[in-house]
């Protein structure tokens, strides 16, 4: 509460003074207001939903012997592997490392897998194919971590891949990576 309280001098004849008033302001009402807003905005906010990436994966209970034949200028093997670096090639193995289509690249914007992908798009406009039609298939090694993956997921879909797989990583392809790379 506020409260009012004058102050009075020694009267002398003759002489008027006006008194003078001195105001004390209790806040305490104050404090209360702030805690009750404080507690208000607590329990009003929303907190941040996790972020959930929607991968959809075929059942794996039936065995299917029917393989799926993906054209050597549509395919793009991506293999993550160990210290944040990406091992890929272009169509076959074999085909890759004769021709030299393959190489090894980091996540970074300018030069890591993201412009691959954007190379590889632009490779198959120029050659007349439907650049839906390409397909990646991500075959993760031991080494490689799942912020490895997810990154790449992430350019795929940065990138509007519409076709991807996550497969295994083949002995060649690891005996190719390790030639090329020092190891997995």
Known sequence: MAEITTATTGDKPGVRRSKKHSTR?????????GFLLITFFIFTTTMSEP?????KMPDDTKKVDVEMNVGESA????IPVADN???YYHGSLELAMKTGTYGIVNYSFKDGIGQVIRDKQLAMDRAGK???D???????????NYQNVVNILDEA???????YALM???????????????GL
Do not use: C, S
């Open 25 to 33: 302001v209790d806040l305490t009402p104050m404090v209360d207001l």
């Open 51 to 55: 972020m959930a990436l929607d991968l």
């Open 75 to 78: 395919a793009l093997t991506i």
């Open 85 to 87: 670096k990406v091992f």
């Open 130 to 132: 439907v650049r839906k």
């Open 134 to 144: 390409l397909t990646l298939m991500i075959k993760p090694t031991d080494n490689a």
């Open 157 to 163: 879909k940065i990138n509007d891949v519409k076709h």
């Open 168 to 182: 295994k990583v083949t002995d060649n392809e690891k005996q190719a990576v390790v030639e090329k790379n020092g």
